[in-house]
């Protein structure tokens, strides 16, 4: 019998931690505890989000493999299955690029894009899931916000009002803090703490959904792989990875592997075929 962890996890207090940011802006906290200085209100992040998403679209090429957009819509499904209702997110739009890129991204406002090359890197379901549980944990701990904040107070020029406006002349530097860097110029990668957070829940996330997650190891031993390839995966350069990552995603196995047996036995068995 595995102890029921759902109301202790850092998965359910990083909820907690959103819905009281959507309240006063000052209590943010990161689900390591560091707090964090968020200059924009969720609506906001919602709105940059879902424009940001709608110019991906106009920008790269969508998909029509009917077999590709059901098995990556049948992990991201699955996955966001798992996100806690206090996040407020009631529906997921999934958007598959047909493009060489091996990269993936979500986007506040429950939007999410994988990118068709990625899938030669995440070379299974749960490797997939890997993947989409670490964008989706770069959403839910607010690290798009706490990026164009902070880009905000260095002084790039990013007023909050332009921003909020959708305003054209800022699009660019929006979108390249939300993680996008098309046709920008400028990449703005995450920060170590960041992508600790992000592996580290989005290793919850994917187990509470019935994906193994000792498969996290071989993913990101691949994406390195893939690094000294003729494609080098576009996701490393958003998410730099280091020596450490490998050793921290196999230390906390032992915290996520109870969490996949437990998901298994109440019948959480996803069959997403490539
Ligand atoms: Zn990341």
Redesign the pocket.
Known sequence: MVKDTSMTSPLFKLGLAALCSTLLASCAQSPTGRSQMLLFSPQQMNQLGADSFEQMKKQEKVSKDARMNAYVSCVAKAVTAQVPASYGITSWEVVVFDSKQVNAFALPGGKIGVYSGLLKVAKNQDQLATVIG??LT?VLAQHSNERLSRSQLTGLGLAAADIAMGSSEYRGATMAALGLGVEVGVMLP?GRT??SE?DRLGLELMARAGFNPAEAIPLWQNMSAAAGGNTPPKLLS??PSNENRIAELQAQQAYVLPLFKQARANGLVPQCKA
Do not use: N, R
């Open positions: 670490h964008e770069h995450y960041q992508e992000a958003t998410h």
